[in-house]
């Protein structure tokens, strides 16, 4: 029997395309029209967004646990969150979670050492890229990381936060996206992490001047392997 997912969302493009995911991919696992049972919740994004401008963590924790328990209340077993950035507030999340997690930037650093890659570029929110959340979970690993400059984090984040958070998809801001990536890959990198869970819906390996870690779609199957138990996180 497999185990029921509960999914933390804080953006709805984002968590929508990990549902989506973990429902279609299903069938490779358990047949035609079958997926493990899924269930989701998120408070407003904008509570999200008032707490991530303050630079409050603590505020952040709180809206991820209200989540968790909620889903704990409707019988998942475990917790995934398809957002990048609000795993800063993991550690203060877990020490009072009812339910475990799958850390997205663990299962991304996973597949990138078992990949091959060597150094990654880091690519995502300003609030994400400039935190740890990558840099630990890649160095546990021997994988070394680069940020975009400065202006190429500020460019990404207002797409995100402007445009791709609300569903909006410009061909200016994919050409955007590619540019940043080019330099990262000029600079070394042999990968790029697409760590905003809503860059999946621009940049992927048809248009991507890197190899790319789609933390959306990897984090959906981990779940799912996770959940069947072909293999085990955490």
């Given amino acids: 029997m497999s185990l029921h997912i509960g999914i933390v969302a804080c953006s709805a493009e984002g968590a929508a395309l990990c549902y989506q995911t973990i429902c279609a991919a299903g069938e490779d696992l358990l047949g035609p029209h079958a997926h493990t049972e899924v269930s989701m919740h998120t408070p407003s994004f904008a509570e999200y967004v008032v707490c991530l401008d303050r630079g409050d963590q603590k505020g952040v924790a709180e809206l991820m646990l209200l989540s968790a328990n909620k889903l704990a209340a409707a019988g998942a077993d475990f917790l995934i969150c398809p957002d990048n950035t609000i795993h800063q507030a993991l550690p203060y999340v877990e020490p009072r979670s009812p339910l475990p997690w799958l850390h997205i930037a663990e299962v991304v650093a996973a597949e990138a050492a078992g990949r091959g890659f060597k150094r990654l570029g880091l690519t995502g929110t300003r609030w994400l890229v400039e935190s740890t959340v ?7 690993l021997g994988l070394e990381w680069l940020r975009p400059e400065l202006q190429d984090r500020d460019a990404i984040h207002r797409i995100i936060m402007d445009e791709l958070v609300k569903g909006a998809f410009k061909a200016e801001s994919i050409v955007t996206f590619q540019d940043v990536t080019g330099r990262l890959r000029d ?13 999946p819906l621009i940049i992927n390996e048809t248009n991507s001047p890197l190899p790319c870690l789609d ?20």
């Fill in 215 to 234: 933390s959306t779609r990897l984090l959906a199957h981990a779940a799912l392997d996770h959940s069947v138990g072909k293999r085990q996180y955490n």
């Fill in 187 to 199: 600079n070394g990198c042999d990968a790029v992490v697409l760590g905003c869970t809503e860059i």
């Fill in 134 to 140: 990558y840099p630990d979970k890649l160095a546990a």
